[in-house]
Nanobody
């Protein structure tokens, strides 16, 4: 089993930046893909970005050019650098893996 813990969320003004982190523990050696999802109030959970163990990354169109996903050297950590944040980026952000493990989520609020 894999346990995931997110950190780094909070309140930021429009145009600001935040960096989310996800730390995995347990049987991390079998993780091949890690993702960030988000869920805004009243909306479905959506995939934000994906990072594979071979270095491949993909992004939702809504965050391309603003967000950057990366994996740590030990592959059991993942980051999401979020720049030029918009109010519509407000959501609970979740860490997820190819093993269908989920973190508890962390709130990101973009507001002036």
């Amino acid at each position: 089993q894999v346990q995931l813990v997110e950190s780094g969320g909070g309140l930021v003004e429009p145009g600001g930046s935040l960096r989310l982190s996800c730390a995995a523990s347990g049987t991390v050696f079998i993780i091949s893909r890690m993702d960030w999802y988000r869920q805004a109030p009243g909306k479905q959970r959506e995939l934000v970005a994906t990072a594979t163990s071979t270095g491949g990354t993909t992004y939702a169109d809504s965050v391309k050019g603003r967000f950057t996903i990366s994996r740590g050297p030990a592959k059991n950590t993942m980051y999401l650098q979020m720049n030029s944040l918009k109010p519509e980026d407000t959501a609970v952000y979740y860490c997820h893996t190819n093993l269908d493990s989920w973190g508890r989520g962390i709130q990101v609020t973009v507001s002036s």
